[in-house]
């Protein structure tokens, strides 16, 4: 008991503290380091806001969309405040999310991984002096931009107030199938591409129909499986919220169940690299247009180097333009390492452009031409498109330009909502699975007999 003691106070250390002698870049610089150490030794004395069991159940789907058969949908805001941490704001993202996963389950006869991009996403790295409401306030004021502690422990509750209804949404009905095809029809007399879905969405309600008719109890559908994540940017929170599994000694990030390293901080020298390398959840790294093969080789040896299914995640964010050049090459690099990562495009940070008003945006058709590209790509190479990573709301805002009830540039202003970069609103997210289902069609049918016999390359 003793050393089993030692090993777990050797693990949660290791964890929590190892990152401080490495480089840590985006880190806010607090001025009051005795405020800071306070409001982290109450959170480390917390209750985790998801818990080990939990993250090793997504471990276990994201090694299923690693040998391709599922799929992953992440999604949520950019950046996450608390005033807008409402019920009716998680309860829009959240049907939004469930609407797109039927349509691509249905689509792709996969099973589709939820995760939303909330619960946690309050810190941005790149600006200047708001930094996120987990650092400071939006007010062009000096005391509103001043780095506060004290907003790591709102940034918590407000995370476990969105936990506790995602919960309870999920498990009390509201994701019942019946429910979320009847909104999917809603969706589809009302958009202005809704032609063009209307085949798919009557082929989802046939196939409820036949359920019925043999007797399925569709109640048993009305639960549904939703994990949450978000960049691990601030290692002094994350640190905090790290706990050890009780007689296993392997440590977690109890902030959220995957997290993922942004473009910004994954030096492979750096404090973030390190604190990911040293935690058992599922982790995923974003990949720009710059990556180089070498690059995600040794990201791969650093984050996991037992080449196990389900821990790493690679989030590919090239832009349109360059996605079918940039990803083959990676793809196949990791393949010829044997490792079974799952791949998983993010439209929306390498498309993004100004509006002559000075918004900044993003064309859905670009957007679309990225996903495309991405499984285009995937395609050719017998390789799995292992999902998406997008930036959306439930509200209809208007932040980028297009989708099927087209906003126009000079739209933008009327309900330009975000606190960081441009989400899809509503009927642009459903417009895109809708786009994203037709694309999963077009892949050839594979069976597992022909992805182990390339090697455990089709799996990817």
């Given at each position: 008991m003793m050393k089993?003691?030692?090993?777990?106070?050797?693990a949660?250390n290791g964890?929590?503290?190892s990152?401080?002698?490495?480089?840590a870049?985006?880190?806010?610089?607090?001025?009051?380091?005795d405020?800071?150490r306070a409001v982290?030794?109450?959170?480390?004395a917390?209750p985790?806001l998801?818990?080990a069991?939990?993250c090793?159940?997504?471990r276990?789907?994201m090694?299923a969309?690693?040998?391709?058969e599922?799929i992953l949908?992440?999604?949520?805001?950019?950046?996450?405040?608390f005033?807008?941490?409402?019920?009716?704001g998680?309860?829009g993202?959240?049907?939004?999310l469930?609407q797109m996963a039927?349509?691509l389950t249905h689509?792709?006869?996969l099973?589709?991984?939820k995760?939303?991009r909330?619960a946690?996403q309050y810190?941005?790295?790149?600006?200047?002096?708001?930094?996120g409401d987990?650092?400071?306030g939006?007010?062009?004021?000096?005391r509103?931009?001043t780095p506060?502690p004290?907003?790591?422990r709102?940034?918590?509750?407000?995370?476990?107030r969105?936990?506790n209804?995602?919960?309870?949404?999920?498990?009390?009905g509201f994701?019942d199938?019946?429910?979320?095809?009847?909104?999917?029809?809603?969706f589809?007399?009302?958009?202005?591409?809704?032609e063009?879905?209307e085949q798919?969405?009557?082929e989802?309600g046939?196939?409820?129909?036949f359920?019925r008719?043999c007797?399925?109890?569709?109640?048993?559908l009305a639960t549904?499986e939703?994990f949450?994540?978000h960049?691990?940017l601030l290692?002094?929170y994350?640190a905090?919220?790290t706990?050890?599994?009780?007689g296993?000694?392997?440590?977690?990030?109890?902030s959220?169940h995957?997290?993922?390293i942004?473009?910004r901080?994954r030096?492979?020298?750096?404090?973030h690299?390190?604190y990911?390398?040293?935690?058992a959840?599922p982790?995923?790294?974003k990949?720009?247009?710059?990556?180089t093969?070498?690059?995600?080789?040794?990201?791969?040896d650093?984050?996991?180097?037992?080449?196990?299914p389900?821990?790493?995640?690679?989030v590919?964010?090239?832009?349109a333009d360059?996605?079918r050049?940039l990803?083959?090459?990676l793809v196949?690099?990791?393949?010829?390492?044997?490792a079974?990562?799952a791949?998983?495009?993010d439209p929306?940070h390498?498309n993004t452009t100004?509006a002559?008003?000075g918004?900044?945006t993003?064309?859905?058709?670009?957007v679309v031409?990225?996903?495309?590209g991405f499984?285009e790509?995937?395609q050719?190479?017998?390789?799995?498109?292992?999902?998406?990573?997008v930036?959306?709301?439930?509200?209809?805002?208007?932040e980028?330009?297009g989708?099927g009830?087209a906003?126009l540039e000079?739209d933008?202003?009327?309900?330009?909502?975000?606190?960081?970069?441009?989400?899809?609103n509503?009927?642009q997210?459903l417009?895109?699975?809708f786009l994203l289902?037709?694309g999963?069609?077009a892949?050839?049918?594979?069976?597992?007999s022909?992805?182990?016999?390339?090697?455990g390359?089709s799996?990817?």
């Open positions: 089993d003691s030692k090993r777990e106070s050797e949660i964890a929590a503290e990152w401080r002698a490495f480089p870049r985006q880190q806010p610089d607090w001025p009051d380091q405020e800071l982290t030794g109450r959170l480390a917390a985790p998801v818990f069991a939990e090793d159940l997504l276990r789907r090694a969309v690693a040998r391709g599922a949908l992440q999604g949520g805001d950019c950046a996450e405040t005033e807008r941490a409402t019920a009716d998680i309860r993202k959240l049907q939004t469930l039927v349509v689509a792709t006869a099973p589709v991984v995760v939303g909330m946690g810190a941005k790295p790149r600006l200047p002096s708001y930094r987990a650092v400071n939006p007010e062009f004021t000096e509103a931009r506060d004290r907003r790591l709102e940034m918590y509750e407000a995370s476990a969105t936990l209804l995602v919960r309870a949404l999920t498990t009390g994701a199938l019946r429910q979320v095809h009847a909104w999917n029809a809603g589809v007399a009302a958009s202005g591409a809704g063009r879905y798919l969405a009557d989802i046939r196939s409820l129909a359920m008719a007797g399925v109890d569709t109640r048993e549904a939703f949450v994540g960049e691990g290692l002094d994350e905090a919220l706990r050890t599994e009780p296993g000694g392997r440590a977690y990030a109890t959220g995957m997290l993922w942004g473009e901080t030096d492979l020298d750096g404090a690299v390190e990911f390398s040293r935690v959840n982790i995923a790294v990949l720009g247009p710059t990556t093969p070498d690059t995600v080789l040794s990201l791969l650093r984050l996991d180097p037992d080449r196990e389900g821990r790493l995640t690679f590919v964010r090239a832009g360059r996605v050049d990803l083959p090459t196949e690099k990791v393949n010829a390492e044997g079974l990562v791949w998983v495009s929306m390498g100004t002559p008003s918004h900044k993003r064309r859905f058709d670009t031409d990225e996903v495309r499984v790509a995937h050719e190479l017998g390789t799995h498109p292992g999902g998406i990573h930036e959306l709301t439930g509200d209809d805002v208007t980028c330009v989708g009830n906003v000079e933008l202003p009327h309900r330009y909502e975000t606190a960081c970069d441009p989400r899809l509503r009927t997210s417009d895109l699975a289902a037709e999963y069609r892949q050839p049918a594979r069976s597992a022909s992805m182990i016999s390339n090697g390359s799996a990817r």
